[in-house]
């Protein structure tokens, strides 16, 4: 079933995201903390509860890595936050970009990024909240994410072994991956996330450049069988960054959105 992250709809509040979502059939919506902080967790949850729709995620928590101690603190600090907002609002999980800093060691990083998993990890299991290890493409491993393949995050989750510690996979950061279908079926009880979009080449922006699926080079229904194939049952996500249309209209992309999804995704 189809989910639409807010960021893809960035220019709408969370009300009208919610109203027209709801209004265009869709059933799922993953939000984002930007899109929730006017509303907050428990207004939230009554406007996706007015509008008949299921929360798939909060985005995002993560970025763990920081200089010094007190920014490493604040980052655990601000996942508890998440972690209680997505219990609030309904969400089954936090999805985290894992962070990285630049000149930061990435093996220092990787380290801080398990150790700030492990630091919430028995908030996030009494919360019933999962916390979604989303790696990144490697182009961001400077200073959004040390974690930039599934097989790295598979091995996060088992040597946490927790049921509160998942994967997010979006199909935009891990399609190049040579291991990609090896590790999409090893990845199989850890994947709770599936998120779409395509790869448009050449990329003009290596964050708000992402198209809608068909429009790029990802092979999206073939991993998506793949991930079906390796046991996850959830649903399917459409998270799209684009200052092109993010500058057009809403409602035509959200049409063409449902559209693409019929056309290319299932
Ligand atoms: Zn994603």
Redesign the pocket.
């Known amino acids: 079933m189809l989910s639409i992250h807010t960021m893809t709809t960035k220019p709408w509040s969370l009300e009208q995201a919610c109203a027209k979502y709801a209004k265009a059939g869709i059933q799922g919506i993953t939000v984002w903390r930007q899109h929730l902080a006017p509303y907050g967790a428990a207004k939230g949850r009554e406007l996706l509860k007015a509008n008949g729709l299921t929360c798939t995620a909060l985005c995002r928590g993560g970025f763990f890595p920081a200089i010094d101690q007190t920014g490493r603190d604040k980052a655990i600090e601000d996942n508890r936050v998440a972690i209680r907002d997505a219990h609030d609002l309904g969400a089954p999980m936090v999805?985290l970009v894992c962070g990285a800093i630049p000149g930061l060691p990435l093996s220092e990083a990787r380290k801080m990024v398990e150790d700030g998993i492990r630091a919430v990890e028995p908030e996030a299991r009494a919360a019933g909240v999962k916390l979604a290890i989303?790696p990144l493409h490697p182009m961001y491993a400077a200073d959004r994410s040390c974690i930039t393949t599934l097989g790295e995050s598979r091995r996060l989750c088992e040597r946490i072994n927790s049921p509160a510690v998942g994967i997010?996979l979006?199909v935009?950061?891990v399609w190049w991956d040579p291991e990609l279908e090896s590790e999409i079926a090893k990845c199989g009880k850890w994947t709770c996330g599936f998120?779409l979009c395509d790869w448009r080449a050449p990329l003009r922006d290596m964050l708000n450049d992402r198209s809608v699926m068909g429009d790029g080079c990802i092979p999206v229904r073939r991993l998506r069988e793949l991930v079906r194939q390796a046991g996850f049952q959830g649903w399917d996500e459409v998270?799209i960054f684009s200052d092109e249309l993010w500058a057009g209209d809403q409602d035509v992309l959200v049409t063409r959105i449902q559209k693409a999804y019929a056309q290319h995704c299932v």
């Open positions: 999805v989303e997010a979006d935009f950061h998120h998270e």
